[in-house]
């Protein structure tokens, strides 16, 4: 069951606050997202060509059911990643800087399953 893998993200509340940068603002939500994810995916965040990017890399069971992905559970993995793509959203609003949320391929590291940029849904493996 998708919702039980990937869990409710809940967002951290940050106040807008001018003494807080954009970097500190950047580790608030990576602390987050790890707390968030931990049993189900590990993270890494980058800074590339002004897109501040976070990777998720699926592991235990959202790993798995990404491998084992059904036809049946299709609809449940897209509703999942839609938080995925709310939360790219909500974050390049609170920093005011483009957002890239990728979710990686466990089988293949180097290919992006789903991804998100600004809210906007850039890529899905299940439209494919």
């Known amino acids: 069951?998708?919702?039980?893998?990937?869990?409710?993200?809940?967002?951290?509340?940050?106040?807008?606050?001018?003494?807080?940068?954009?970097?500190?603002?950047?580790?608030?939500?990576?602390?987050?997202?790890?707390?968030?994810?931990?049993?189900?995916?590990?993270l890494s965040a980058t800074m590339k060509d002004n897109i501040y990017t976070i990777s998720l890399y699926p592991k235990g069971d959202f790993r798995d059911a990404i491998i084992h992905l059904q036809t049946e559970h299709i609809s449940k993995i897209n509703?999942?990643?839609?938080?995925?793509?709310?939360?790219s959203k909500t974050i390049?609003?609170?920093?005011?800087?483009?957002?890239?949320?990728?979710?990686?391929?466990?089988?293949?590291?180097e290919?992006?399953?789903f991804s998100s940029l600004n809210g906007i849904e850039i890529y899905n493996f299940t439209n494919e």
Do not use: F, H, W
């Open 79 to 87: 509703s999942e990643l839609g938080d995925v793509k709310k939360l």
């Open 1 to 42: 069951d998708a919702e039980s893998v990937y869990g409710k993200y809940k967002a951290p509340e940050i106040k807008n606050d001018e003494n807080l940068g954009s970097d500190t603002i950047k580790s608030i939500y990576e602390n987050k997202i790890r707390e968030n994810y931990k049993d189900n995916a590990d």
């Open 92 to 109: 390049n609003q609170d920093i005011n800087q483009d957002v890239c949320i990728n979710v990686i391929n466990p089988m293949n590291e």
């Open 111 to 113: 290919n992006v399953l």
